[in-house]
């Protein structure tokens, strides 16, 4: 099992920058494949980022440039770096962690969710 916290939302105006954290505990961290997904109301849940296991990362056309994900596996920590706000960017951001080993189920967990508003 593994438990996530997200903390670091807020409200924020348009151009400015929040960093999301998002704990871990419970498993192994460092083997899991983190995500960052956000839900703005009325809309389906997006995939905004993602680290692999390995660091590779990987972003949403919409957040490339402004977003960055990065991992710390020595705090059990992801974050999610946002720069250059816009209000299309309010929405519930969650965290999720994934892995696959072989010979068992996908293991996949999801954190509560913090509130993003960006709003002048």
């Known amino acids: 099992q593994v438990q996530l916290v997200e903390s670091g939302g807020g409200l924020v105006q348009p151009g400015g920058s929040l960093r999301l954290s998002c704990a871990a505990s419970?498993?192994?961290?460092?083997?899991?494949?983190m995500f960052w997904y956000r839900q703005a109301p009325g809309k389906q849940r997006e995939l905004v980022a993602l680290i692999r296991s390995g660091g590779r990362t990987n972003y949403v056309p919409s957040v490339e440039g402004r977003f960055t994900i990065s991992r710390d596996n020595a705090k059990n920590t992801v974050y999610l770096q946002m720069n250059s706000l816009k209000p299309e960017d309010t929405a519930v951001y969650y965290c999720n962690a994934w892995r696959r080993r072989v010979g068992v189920p996908a293991e996949d967990f999801w954190g509560q969710g913090t509130q993003v508003t960006v709003s002048s």
């Open positions: 419970g498993s192994i961290f460092s083997t899991y494949d």
